[in-house]
């Protein structure tokens, strides 16, 4: 059959490989241009805007636009000043979002996973689809339906009335949780050892001020969204160790949590590997929700790094800074994911 | 094991699962509610999951307002991006998984690499180009940039590789094109691969958010999320008017949600696609 193939083939010309070749290449234009427009070649860009004092205006290949060298970079990362306070204070507010988000959330999913996972559970398809239909949503309207519940006269606020307490107008609250420990402990004014200025324009007490009660509320918000998605990576995790291996060893008498944490945990260490890595990319880049709810406030202290590319650029006109801000920001990302893939290997 | 017996823990697990359960659709109900209530209403009771007196007031004054204008442009972008996805991916897809030809390994290569790029790092940069390239607020500045994603092709190479080499053999003895196999032969046997490919494009372009933002400023190219983004910052609107607000993204959540529904098995099932950024 072959041979009568490749005969045909030959008698038409250019040959089977030729043909194919050709094809290949047409059937990968559209996606090759696509990508190459809009992926690669706006990096190329941004990093001519990153070192450039394009102001917005025409292009920022015109001849009035110059080669600033690291300039920009330098006046986020180096130069005392408004641009650099800015950079710390997104990066700082970012940190604690990522570093609640990404265990909270991965605690949770697989907490989540495991429960609607028993085979014994009546009603399965329902608690599913329950806990994953928030990640369907856009996160502008969760963020609206969030703004309203999380109102100083919302629905957060009457229950814990009910319950005697006077919540906070969580939106437009800039303290920091560190800090309000603190100040419930009685430190109300920063030691003399955190009060200097230390990093990107902050001072020690300023870093260890913990997420705004502002950005709490975007933390809880990004549990609520990403947690049923993670917990279907999870699930079918689960599902592929099969009934047979966690008999095995409920007949060797293993307790509950045995059978988790020395069984179940190691057999689905790859997809925590995902699931870590995920999420950690994703909380990086914090934006939608940063533009629809707070823009950045109260007291900037929900400002994230990819909002503050945009505003820089958008807003201020200062794009060389915006881009520089894009640019520090995916280094932040390569360089953590590797950290936590060498972390997590290192482990096993 | 012991089916007969009442586990002492199940009462336990349903109260727990149960609770959890409310605690996430409980916003959902919250929102409903509300957008049928008054303004003072709403500020007096925002709990209260039946309004004491039910009014369509937000959304008349929705559908008075730009609102329809928003839903039209969002449909128009979904619509045109979904579909030239599931072409565009499912060609590229294709062509790496199943033609032999010089600089595929290379194209592969480009395509994983591309993936691990954050989508936000490109928001400035993608600007630039589309303004470079004249295509700022307009429909094809908002749409040609995301007719192809990376994570989409990959899922289709995958797919195409599972599906036996021997069913194209026949209709190529038979003398049909490479694109003949492609769409009558191979494209039909990747039905559950194009339906996974049909439900994150629309739901990852429906929910688009930063990309309109940095490619049009013209209110009539204003999509739902851009819109009632700017609906809930203020920015075109005085005072809180939550029923107003809610109303229009109780409204934005309606199309995702059919089509959650509708593919509800396969999403649940297929989770591996799922993935929401």
Known sequence: MALVTVRRHRDRGPGIRGREAAAGWLFLTPAIVILGLFLVLPVLMAAWVSVSDWTGRGSPFAAGVHFVGADNYGDLLATPGLAQRDFGTAIRNNAYYVLLVVPIQTVVALFLAVMV?????????????????????SSVAITVVFLFLFSSTGAVNDVMSYLGVHGPSWFADPRGVVHLLLGGLGVHQPPAALAGGSLLGLSWWQWIS?????????????????????????????????????????????SGWQRFRFVT??????????????????????????????????????????YLSYSASFQNQEWGHGAAIAFVLFAIIVILTIFQRLLLRGRA | MSRTRVRPGAVVTYAVLVILAVLYILPFLVDIANSFKSEPEAAAHPLGLVPQTITSAAYRRLFQADFPTWFMNSVIVA????????????????????????????????????????????????????????????????????????????????????????????????????????????LPMARPAVITIFILSFQASWNELSHF???????????????????????????????????AALIMTIPVTVLFFIFQRRIMNASAGAVKE
């Not at chain 1, 933390?219 to 699930?235: A, C, E, P, Q, Y």
């Not at chain 2, 294709?94 to 033609?99: E, F, K, Q, V």
């Not at chain 2, 809180?240 to 109303?247: C, E, F």
């Open chain 2, 79 to 186: 619509a045109t991006v979904t579909a030239g996805r599931v072409l565009f991916e499912s060609m590229a897809g294709y062509a790496l998984s199943r033609l032999h030809f010089r600089g595929r390994g290379l194209v592969y290569a480009g395509v994983v690499g591309v993936m691990a790029v954050p989508p936000v790092v490109l928001l400035i940069p993608k600007f630039l180009v589309i303004n470079q390239l004249g295509m700022y607020d307009s429909y094809s500045g908002m749409i040609i940039p995301l007719l192809a994603d990376a994570a989409g092709i990959f899922i289709m190479k995958n797919f195409f590789e599972s599906i036996p080499r021997s069913v194209e053999e026949a209709a190529t003895i038979d003398g049909a094109g490479t694109f003949r196999r492609f769409w009558s032969v191979v």
């Open chain 1, 117 to 137: 996972n028993q085979r014994l559970l009546k009603a399965r398809g329902f608690f599913r689809t329950a806990y994953y239909f928030p990640s369907v949503t």
């Open chain 1, 210 to 254: 913990g997420p705004s009660v502002a950005m709490c509320v975007f933390i809880l918000m990004g549990v609520f969204t990403t947690s049923g998605t993670f917990m279907l990576l999870f699930l079918s995790a689960l599902q592929n160790i099969g009934a047979e291996i966690d008999e095995a060893a409920t007949l060797d008498g293993t």
């Open chain 2, 213 to 247: 933002i940095i490619s049009s400023q013209d209110p009539r190219l204003t999509t739902l999320t851009k819109g009632v983004a700017q609906l809930a910052s203020g920015e075109l609107s005085a005072g809180t008017q939550y029923p107003i607000k809610l109303a």
């Open chain 1, 265 to 306: 945990l190691p057999m689905i260490r790859p997809t925590m590997f995902t699931v870590l890595t995920l999420g950690l990319i994703g909380t990086w880049q914090i934006f939608d929700q940063i533009y629809t709810g707070t823009q950045g406030g109260p007291a900037k202290t929900t400002l994230t790094p990819a």
